[in-house]
């Protein structure tokens, strides 16, 4: 452990520790750093995860079709009235 001295906004400090639950000033700021650490390094494997997935070299080739292999299915273009049932005119009740 490292013991240094630091200015720090009285009012925050007691806010941050309430909020955290800790005891102590040092517990309160050591419990922020770690959390502060923690978020960059997230971020840091989000940016590699979304880098990797954007170039499409995230899964291994052939895994989609291993895992799902009815999901991928080249659909074959049909006109309208193929794809579905023609509209049946609607009733219509009551006075219009």
Known sequence: MKRTNVIVDEELLEKARR?????????????????????????????????????????WPGYLEEIRPNAIVKKQRMSAHEKRAPRKKAVRRGSR
């Open 19 to 59: 909020a955290a639950g800790e005891k102590t000033y040092s517990a309160t700021i050591n419990k922020a750093l770690e959390d502060m650490v923690r978020q960059q390094q997230f971020w840091a494997a989000y940016d590699r995860f979304e880098t990797l997935a954007h170039e499409g070299n995230f899964f």
